[in-house]
């Protein structure tokens, strides 16, 4: 048994015994590799998480880091080393169960989504608990890694507050008192702290003591920043100037909308980033499948701690079969509700509720994820105007009407973040690593795809995994084969081709004939009977529509996947034509040999 540790000193233990694993330098390499479990970090980004400033010998002092890593991490009974390179860097493979800040993140997550608040209250507990100190305590870290310590350490503060909330809903209210009282010394101007000391002291009996704590939070926030304490505090404060023991209860949670944190996610250390840089609005773009949802609830989940104020989540339909996009009024009309606002409140036109959308959030921390968005013109009305408030969005093809808005197109995962979901899907760990890259390679890497090839291995344990390379490798049948296990693959690359205009539709079911892997626009305005330049602008609009990848300025490649889908389209073509455009594109050939 192997455990991993960053929530406090850096540790690795064996048997229950500890690893020696050298100074605080190589300790920080470890941290920082456990923080990206299981994912590639680059030589550069490794180098910059834990130097601050870069000496002439740091790269070589890294490489003989890793080195040492690498044996320490090379366990008794594994065949290789936990740590391996690769082409995009070094990854570090860690399974359920093994490293502590895994426990806390899906501990955290159960207890933030569960009703009950004993439940709720018992794994927010166990979440805390695996905390044995600051992270990363013993390490020397950069400024880079300084920074994910400090959003791991807001992240253990709001869990916290959520553990306090829960357990003050359960009456624990006489044992919280001295416990609210050392935290609002620590921090005198945190109002929800001094709103849970005021109501656990009114339930306690203590009226007096608890409108103290009002006027001693008051007088610091007034001394500190110059403005009053919040309407919720204030409210609470009227309350019990008035005795009102019935009225008197815990503030109203802020929303916490967003779906749970995903427990299995691999890679993605750039676009997590990117996701948590400075950009009030980020717009992730990217092909049916190939895991936008996924990465922004994790980006959200992180960025939690830094919006009190809600956590909003709405699914916009952009691409939902058989059923239309979500309005931009009946959007805001949601998230209006979300935030409280009466359903009267609400005006009818679109313009009206975009302007008391902005007006509600302006001055709050609210954190939006709007999910598989359709279009600019849908989004648009939904963002924020002033205030810290942050959007993301999800959509299958790049909004590029939201100008102010950060784009970030998100591409299929590196070989090796594939190969490690697979793994980890199918509980296969030990197979050949070439017959795993031979699995992820005809998924086109595409983590749908990948995540259901390893569901099929999982179910069918007597398989051996040449066996699954042998179906998957008959292209006639890797999409059937696929969505066996995941049936919203045909689906998901179906709306995708509905979504395009006929036109277009009529040009991806065409390169289902094309022969070769470089589409080049000659070759297809042959194929489509077209000229050059409208089928230019055709490969175009399907690069926007994420069905098309451009490898260079006149070159294009289709995902295997879609290759596979639309060549199962066109043999659906009646011969004739079928016929008629294979000797189109042949003419062409023999033409440009000639």
């Not at 009974?77 to 070094?90: F, I, K, N, Q």
């Not at 959003?151 to 916290?160: F, G, N, T």
């Not at 926030?221 to 919720?232: D, K, Q, S």
């Not at 066996?467 to 693959?489: F, N, Q």
Request: proline share 7%; charged share 25%; aromatic share 4%.
């Amino acid at each position: 048994m192997v455990e991993f540790r960053v929530l406090g000193p850096v540790e690795m233990r064996v048997a229950d015994k500890p690893v020696p694993l050298g100074g605080p330098r190589q300790r920080a390499v470890l941290g920082a590799l456990l923080l990206h479990a299981n994912a590639a970090v680059g030589v550069r980004t490794l180098l910059r998480l834990v130097w601050t400033e870069t000496p002439s010998s740091a790269s070589s002092n890294l490489r003989t880091y890793l080195a040492r890593l690498r044996r320490a991490l090379h366990l008794p009974g594994e065949p290789e080393s936990r740590l391996r390179t690769g082409a995009d860097g070094y990854a570090l493979t860690v399974r359920p169960g093994e490293l502590d800040l895994a426990d806390f993140t899906a501990h955290a997550a159960a207890g933030e989504r569960a009703d009950d608040a004993e439940v709720a209250g018992t794994h927010l507990a166990r979440a805390l608990a695996v905390w044995r100190g600051p992270a990363l305590a013993d390490v020397a870290i950069g400024p880079l890694l300084d920074a994910e310590v400090t959003r791991l350490e807001a992240r253990r503060e709001y869990v916290r507050e959520r553990l306090l909330r829960a357990r003050l809903e359960l009456g624990e209210h006489t044992e919280l008192v001295p416990e609210l009282r050392a935290l609002l010394v620590h921090d005198p101007l945190a109002e929800d702290r001094a709103a849970l000391l005021m109501l656990a002291l009114h339930r306690c009996g203590r009226r007096a003591e608890a409108l103290e704590v009002y006027r001693s939070t008051r007088a610091a926030l007034v001394a500190t920043t110059g403005i009053e304490p919040g309407p919720e505090l204030r409210e609470l404060h009227v309350r019990l100037l008035a005795d009102d023991r019935v009225a008197a209860t815990a503030p109203a949670p802020p929303p916490a909308q967003l779906p749970a944190d995903p427990d299995l996610f691999v890679g993605r250390a750039t676009e997590l980033s990117d996701l948590a840089a400075d950009h009030r609005v980020v717009v992730v773009d990217g092909m049916a499948g190939v895991g936008k949802t996924t990465l922004v609830v994790r980006a959200a989940h992180r960025l939690a701690p830094d919006h009190p104020d809600g956590l909003l989540y709405l699914d916009l339909r952009g691409s939902t079969p058989d059923t239309p996009p979500l309005t931009a009024a009946d959007a805001l009309a949601r998230l209006l509700r979300s935030l409280d606002v009466p359903a009267a409140a609400i005006p009818t036109d679109t313009e009206s509720r975009a302007a008391l959308w902005r007006s509600t959030v302006a001055g709050k921390r609210v954190l939006v994820v709007l999910d598989d968005a359709h279009r600019a013109d849908q989004v648009e009305p939904l963002l924020p105007g002033v205030g810290a408030s942050r959007v993301l969005i999800t959509c299958r093809r790049r909004l590029p009407l939201l100008g102010h808005a950060y784009p970030l197109s998100v591409d299929v995962p590196p070989r090796h973040d594939a190969a490690t979901l697979f793994a980890a899907v199918s509980g296969r760990h030990a197979e050949p690593d070439a017959q795993v890259a031979a699995v992820v390679e005809l998924c086109g890497r595409l983590p749908l795809a990948v995540r259901a090839a390893a569901d099929r291995l999982r179910d069918r344990p007597t398989w051996p995994i040449g066996y699954l390379v042998g179906r998957l490798a008959d292209e006639r049948r890797l999409i059937a084969e696929l969505d066996s296990c995941a049936p919203t693959l045909a689906t998901a690359l179906t709306t995708s081709r509905a979504a395009l205009r006929d036109d277009q539709r009529r040009m991806l079911d065409l390169l289902g004939l094309y022969l070769g892997t470089d589409v080049r626009p000659p070759a297809v305005a042959a194929l489509a009977e077209t000229s050059v330049r409208t089928a230019d602008r055709l490969l175009e609009d399907l690069v926007d529509a994420r069905l098309l990848h451009q490898t260079a300025p006149g070159h294009y490649q289709l995902h295997a996947l879609v290759r596979a889908y639309v060549r199962g389209r066109a043999r659906s073509l009646d011969r004739a034509s079928l016929r008629r455009a294979l000797h189109r594109l042949l003419d062409h050939y023999l033409a440009q040999a000639g």
